[in-house]
């Protein structure tokens, strides 16, 4: 086994999750080598300033601001600086010279998978993003490979632990949104700069690269509709947890059936989920993704979703497979897109939503409104009229009704004379 | 992609997993042929009768009760006939003819693993098994890859769907545990002699494998400490409520970090967890496996653990996995047993107990049993005392200790004449 010459990996970025990988290939060099069948030699990190501290003490000769070079000596290029370029342009290099990649930047693959993959066809090279979405949590794997004799039917996910770290603290402490985001940064869950993670943008990079994986078909980045949870507010979280419902905010990726054949649907958004449903139970910063599919039936995948340790060990269960298969010798594993499914438009996915108004409190109000639902063909569910001094507030539950439909009662509604305002307008899973 | 040619498929056992893998293979083979790159062709099914009712309809030509010829010609064999023999027999034939198997067979694997294992090694064939352990959820191959580069520290599973739905009914029905052995009997999730399930040997066979497979060492049957739930009372499961905790039946695989090097565990038995913990929540007759590594922290893995379809699931994931490499090439998974740890003796493995037990009314006797646990070096961190009419129970709750000196301080109890009896005994987890 230990005839094989050494793997030469290269490290781009000495971050938190950088830094955690390479500390554990120099520490657990000896264990690591007994797995893969050859020693993985750590030959250089790539990184901005080779003088700056770091939170892990790392060699400094290792060190080097030169990516292109390190690169291009390289078997294996392990990804770590997050963002589009250098990254992009790194590793198509890397992977023209034949280099395995192994990456957990999931702007990159969301972006710019399908042309990593068709690069790493062509010259029969991996490219493995197991930390690119859910951490530490082992998905892209099981998707790809557990799943592949099964038709996944629907995948719900939390996979941002920001936003999930807040709207567990607006729901278990009545922590407004501004405070619980601010006790996240304190915490460092979240950024000095939170946009990417509270307006769903991080949160839709990895429902294009679950959707993308799951339906065998090329989800584009921008065909994902988002909203992220600056919407969410107190009130809404009260509401919920009168009916034992909790807000999350998910990525859900979904085969729409029909009979002008599969469609697949992939979007981010709040919604309001059953107190007894498994992801209601994922608390503070934690991801869960929740997988349904034809025959396997609902599965789930929890654990932590970010950290530097936590990823790292994702990103080296990749580079340890990538390796033995280095040294065993064996395919790449290409993107399948073979399905190609047609992605349908926001407006045709189909959900239940709760709508909370504010209305004129007179006498054929409720009628009125109710005349909206019916006019546009949304059936509505249930009704709970609340009377105020001057105004009512109206809590509608809708049936099953396309986005579009939706949208266009919402539109009415906002130009109702008898429409105060529209509160708060939810989707609920069962 | 679709030059290859058809890989041919022979299917041991067309029971209530085999009738739904013949089904998906018959019905998905056009999406299955492109998942593989060639056509995956079911070339027979073996049968003990060709002419019994089945639950599927399959293509009557396509049974036959000659398993050892039809094994004798095909690529892949995919058994889930159960039991040792004679499906080890045709395994061991099929993978000397250079065969790649797929089987579900917990008990066959858990006993002959390695044997199957070294024999695929020497011709370069594989062996797949995820549906072995956990049903339809995927936790062979991410145990086996996705955690390649980290350290597994502990797995907990509830990897028996019979004991745990039993369980749950009597929590909360508030059943005895005969009347959710019926339930279970009637709903089809107890067999018609539970022993396997309610004794706790269907866990351990899972167990073992899933001990070997984390720390990459053999770990024989023999050395798994079982116990099942015959013991677990309604007083159990009432005291457990009354601290908001849940019984269940979990397999524990542990590493042991000591001076003398890591050893290993693996056991089977009932537990008490917080309510807040992840397993506490996995109800009727699903399973989960809780694991923790070092870097990744704590992962979980929920779904369904048995059912026809369900199960099928993870075998034909397995089956398309393997199909791949056989069109494309490459290694075969070897099972790694290169850390060799030495399994540690049951009386070794450190926890907290619980117990339950009644005592003589009368002063002096709290002193004289708590003199008992001082006696074997037990520390007692709770202890509560309720008076009944002539005799008084006691609960009390040790830290830490070894399974030794608990064996040694229920042997002293058992003997000393302030004990009337001990009425219950339950390992707590935090």
Known sequence: MNSYRSLRIALLGAGSVGSQVARLLLEHADELAARVGAPLELVGIGVRDPEAQRDVDLPR???????????AGADIVVELLGGIEPARTLLLDAIAEGADVVTANKALIAAHGPELFDAAAIVGAQVAYEAAVGGAIPIIRPLEQSLAGDRVTRIMGIVNG??????????????????????????????????ADIEGFDAASK?????SLAFHTAVPGELVHREGITGVTDAMVEQAERNDRVIKLVAICERM????????????HPVSLPATHPLAAVREAKNAIFVTAEAAGDLMFYGAGAGGPETASAVLGDLVSIARRHVLGGPGRAASTHADLRVAPFGDVLA??????????????????AGVFAEQGVSVES???????????????????????????????????????IDSVIRLID
Do not use: C, K, W
């Open 162 to 195: 920001t936003t999930n770290f807040i709207l567990d603290r607006m729901h278990t402490e009545g922590s407004s949104l501004a405070d619980a985001l601010a006790t996240a940064t304190e915490l460092g869950y979240a950024e000095a700069d939170p946009t």
């Open 61 to 71: 000769e290792l060190m080097t601001s030169d990516l292109a070079t390190l690169v």
């Open 257 to 268: 059936s029909g009979d002008a054949g599969d469609r697949v649907s992939a979007r981010v």
């Open 352 to 369: 239940r939503h709760e709508l909370a108004l504010t209305v004129a409190d007179r006498p054929g109000v409720l009628a009125a409104v």
């Open 383 to 421: 009704v709970r009229q609340d009377a105020g001094e001057t105004s009512a507030s109206l809590v509608l539950g809708t049936h099953t009704a396309s986005e579009a439909r939706i949208a266009s009662v919402l539109e009415a509604l906002d130009a109702h004379i008898d429409v105060e305002r």
């Open 207 to 211: 429902a294009t690269i679950l959707a």
